[in-house]
């Protein structure tokens, strides 16, 4: 069970949080739509922000060999 746990933590972590903020920003930007609520939008809007960053940096960090 522990090996599971560390290969997932070692070679998909980055992948998953990445997949993570990209599905709560649409959550989030659903709900906003739903409701009219700005709160919700602009929480979307920050993780859409921080999705496309993660999202340039795990790319960058996965071409670019030292």
């Known amino acids: 069970m522990e ?3 560390k290969n997932i933590l070692e070679h998909h972590l980055g992948t998953t949080l990445i997949l993570f ?3 709560l920003s ?3 930007l659903l709900v906003a739509y739903l409701t009219g609520n700005i709160y919700f ?3 979307g809007v920050g993780l859409i922000i921080a999705w496309v960053t993660s999202a340039i940096a795990y790319y ?3 071409t670019v060999k030292p």
């Open 3 to 5: 090996r599971w746990r």
């Open 21 to 23: 903020e990209l599905v």
């Open 26 to 28: 649409a959550i989030f």
């Open 41 to 43: 939008r602009g929480v």
């Open 60 to 62: 960058i960090k996965k």
